[in-house]
């Protein structure tokens, strides 16, 4: 029985295959034959055009095909443990399956979510003046998570007594309209864990603000001693207030501009347009695609 992948497992397949494409500039016919290649299959068992509906999304892939996309992604020495863990928490909280369903919540996910915020304390009896930090939401191509990274200047009361700004970068997962973001301090051991949910109509009387999140953070320093009370980290209450909801402003923590080129960009070989059929082996170099219309024409 043919190996059933998950649209999280696929997402990380994708991901490996257009990291891959991106690194070497390659178009679907030659990265088609990279796999072949890699994997020793004969000529044409791998279809470009099939290959690029699913590095695209376009479409759903069968399992048996996406099979040897998996070998030769497993056979590429690129570890990304950030976006491993990414798939491995949205494995857990098992988004939604369906290819239709899976696209509408994540297009969903993205308009809620991406952009640049304002963190704030949200503890105190009165409004603080300045916010904590600065955090931006930003989107891993065909992912079921999302990158978060946030320029920190210090919170009042700090125990360690700082006044700094520090760069932080890790994982935002949404959930609905909730998020879950994890991040770890740049060159250090320390990390924060963010549990945020959507502003309500109630939360509008004690903030005024109409858009944004509220929540807990757990704020951790692995190479600290507990302080006084025992606590090994500090938690406190923060309020997110969206000011850009897009990606193309925000350069301070990794010093240049983002908003010249996205982060994923589609590289096509020069001689792939229009290219006339090759009737040589045809029905072989096909097979997956006409799998694949009539499965389409079934389904309507």
């Given at each position: 029985m043919?190996?059933?992948?998950s649209q999280?497992?696929r997402?990380?397949?994708?991901?490996?295959?257009q990291r891959?494409?991106d690194?070497?500039k390659?178009?679907?016919?030659?990265?088609?034959k990279?796999i072949e290649?890699?994997?020793g299959l004969d000529?044409?068992t791998i279809?470009?055009?099939?290959?690029?509906?699913f590095l695209?999304?376009?479409k759903?892939t069968?399992?048996?095909t996406?099979a040897?996309?998996?070998q030769f992604?497993?056979?590429?020495?690129?570890p990304?443990p950030?976006?491993?863990?990414?798939?491995a928490?949205a494995?857990?909280y098992?988004?939604?399956?369906?290819?239709?369903?899976?696209?509408?919540?994540?297009?969903r996910?993205r308009?809620?979510?991406?952009?640049?915020?304002e963190v704030w304390?949200?503890g105190?009896?009165q409004?603080?003046?300045?916010?904590?930090?600065?955090?931006?939401i930003r989107?891993?191509?065909?992912s079921?998570?999302f990158?978060?990274?946030?320029?920190?200047?210090?919170?009042?009361?700090d125990?360690s007594?700082?006044d700094?700004?520090?760069?932080?970068?890790?994982?935002?997962l949404?959930r609905g309209?909730?998020?879950l973001i994890?991040?770890?301090e740049?060159?250090?051991?320390?990390?924060k864990?963010?549990?945020m949910?959507?502003?309500?109509?109630e939360?509008?009387?004690v903030?005024?603000?109409?858009?944004?999140?509220?929540?807990?953070?757990?704020?951790?320093?692995?190479?600290s001693s507990?302080?006084?009370?025992?606590?090994?980290?500090?938690f406190y209450r923060?309020?997110?207030q969206r000011?850009l909801?897009?990606?193309?402003?925000?350069?301070?923590?990794?010093?240049?501009?983002?908003?010249?080129?996205?982060d994923y960009?589609e590289?096509e070989?020069a001689?792939e347009t229009?290219?006339p059929?090759d009737?040589?082996?045809?029905?072989d170099r096909?097979?997956?695609s006409?799998?694949d219309e009539?499965r389409?024409?079934?389904?309507?």
């Open positions: 043919a190996e059933r992948f999280v497992q997402a990380a397949i994708r991901r490996a295959l891959y494409k690194s070497y390659l178009g679907r016919e030659k990265l088609a990279a290649e890699r994997l000529a044409l279809d470009d055009r099939t290959l690029e509906r695209k999304d376009s759903e069968l399992d048996a996406i040897y996309y998996k992604a497993e056979s590429l020495d690129d990304e950030i976006y491993d863990l990414g798939d928490i494995d857990f098992e988004l939604p399956e369906g290819f239709a369903e899976r696209k509408a919540y994540m297009q996910m308009e809620l979510h991406l952009g640049r915020y304390d949200f105190g009896e409004a603080p003046s300045e916010p904590l930090a600065e955090l931006r989107e891993v191509p065909h079921p998570f990158e978060a990274d946030e320029l920190f200047h210090g919170r009042k009361g125990p007594g700082r700094f700004t520090t760069g932080f970068e890790g994982l935002c949404p309209d909730d998020l994890l991040l770890k740049l060159g250090s051991w320390h990390e864990f963010y549990i949910r959507a502003v309500k109509p939360d509008v009387a903030w005024n603000d109409a858009y944004g999140y509220i929540g807990n953070v757990v704020d951790k320093r692995l190479d507990p302080d006084p009370q025992g606590n090994m980290a500090s923060v309020h997110f000011i909801a897009d990606d193309h402003v925000y350069s301070e923590l990794h010093g240049k501009a983002t908003s010249e080129e996205p960009v590289v070989d001689d229009d290219v059929e009737n040589s082996g045809a029905s096909i097979k997956q006409e799998e009539a389409d024409a079934d389904s309507k």
